[in-house]
Nanobody, 114 residues
Framework: QVQLVESGGGLVQAGGSLRLSCAASGRIFSINPMGWYRQAPGSQRELVAAISSTGSTDYADSVKGRFTISRDNAKNTVYLQMNSLKPEDTGVYFC????????WGQGTQVTVSS
């Protein structure tokens, strides 16, 4: 079993920054792909950013140039640095890890006020 614990969400004004963290624990056998999705009210969950086991990254077009995903393999932790936040970034942010199957965190709320 793998567990994920997210932290770092909150309320911020437009133009501000937040840093999300997601720590994985449990039976982790290797360095695994990890990433972040978000879900706004009434919308489907969408990919925000992903990082592979080798460190290559992928971003949604809407966050390119503003968000940065990184990882600390020694801590089995993935981070999402979010700068220049916009009200449309508001939503619940979920991290995941893919080891044989995908495991999700419980989600952390990000609210950006205008």
């Amino acid at each position: 079993q793998v567990q994920l614990v997210e932290s770092g969400g909150g309320l911020v004004q437009a133009g501000g920054s937040l840093r999300l963290s997601c720590a994985a624990s449990g039976r982790i056998f290797s360095i695994n792909p990890m990433g972040w999705y978000r879900q706004a009210p009434g919308s489907q969950r969408e990919l925000v950013a992903a990082i592979s086991s080798t460190g290559s990254t992928d971003y949604a077009d809407s966050v390119k140039g503003r968000f940065t995903i990184s990882r600390d393999n020694a801590k089995n932790t993935v981070y999402l640095q979010m700068n220049s936040l916009k009200p449309e970034d508001t939503g619940v942010y979920f991290c995941y890890i893919h080891q044989i199957r995908r495991t999700w965190g419980q989600g952390t709320q990000v609210t950006v006020s205008s």
